[in-house]
Antibody, heavy 119, light 110 residues
Framework: QVRLQQWGAGLLKPSETLSLTCAVY????????WSWIRQTPGKGLEWIGE???????NYNPSLKSRITISLDTSKNQFSLKLSSATAADTAMYYC??????????????WGQGTLVTVS | QSVLTQPPSVSGAPGQGVTISCTGS?????????VHWYQHLPGTAPKLLIY???NRPSGVPDRFSGSKSGDSASLAITGLQAEDEADYYC??????????FGGGTKLTVL
């Protein structure tokens, strides 16, 4: 049974870099796309980006210039960095395991979420 | 404005059924990409309800079912229970934007 546990700084000042890490328990990285998803206050879910077991990334075009998703296979962890944060980046951030069939990806399970406030 | 359009809210009495729609376009659902559905309870992580248009993960009651036709998909919930009150999101792949979600639908059990 795959389990995800995430952590990172919950309060940032504008222009700082958001940094979150997600640990994967009960599975290796192969065969899945490891993703970050956020929910801004009062709004829906927004996919941020993904990384696969070989380190290939795919990012949301609207965030691409500010995002880096990386993998540490030795620790079974993957991470998100979002630079030049603004108040618009205030959100609940989730890591998620993506099972896939070509471009069709579905997310299960999800991490517990980390509330990040930029103020 | 979400790429996938869902009604903001639906409601139903206990025991009744509701349907939540998810409308896309020819760059996502209409292009043949699958639709997946999630249930999101306040203070918890979203939970996968339906994947691949109409498949239920282990543990999801058969009161939940999904369908897809053309550039739209639907989530049907029968025999409403109080614990079904939550936000529901559809998700698919878009040729230009990669993974996209609907704006979410709040289900109220009356």
């Amino acid at each position: 049974q795959v389990r995800l546990q995430q952590w990172g700084a919950g309060l940032l000042k504008p222009s700082e870099t958001l940094s979150l890490t997600c640990a994967v328990y009960g599975w290796s990285f192969s065969g899945y796309k490891w993703s970050w998803i956020r929910q801004t206050p009062g709004k829906g879910l927004e996919w941020i980006g993904e990384i696969n077991h070989s380190g290939t990334t795919n990012y949301n075009p609207s965030l691409k210039s500010r995002i880096t998703i990386s993998l540490d296979t030795s620790k079974n962890q993957f991470s998100l960095k979002l630079s030049s944060a603004t108040a618009a980046d205030t959100a609940m951030y989730y890591c998620a395991s993506g099972e896939y069939n070509w471009n069709d990806v579905w997310f299960d399970p999800w991490g517990q979420g980390t509330l990040v406030t930029v103020s | 404005q979400s790429v996938l359009t869902q009604p903001p809210s639906v409601s139903g009495a206990p025991g009744q059924g509701v349907t939540i729609s998810c409308t896309g376009s020819d760059s996502n659902i209409g292009a043949g990409y699958d639709v997946h559905w999630y249930q999101h309870l306040p203070g918890t992580a979203p939970k996968l309800l339906i994947y691949g248009n109409n498949n239920r993960p282990s543990g999801v009651p058969d009161r939940f079912s999904g369908s897809k036709s053309g550039d739209s998909a639907s989530l049907a919930i029968t025999g409403l229970q109080a614990e079904d009150e939550a936000d529901y999101y559809c998700q698919s792949y878009d040729r230009r934007l990669s993974q996209v979600f609907g704006g979410g639908t709040k289900l109220t059990v009356l």
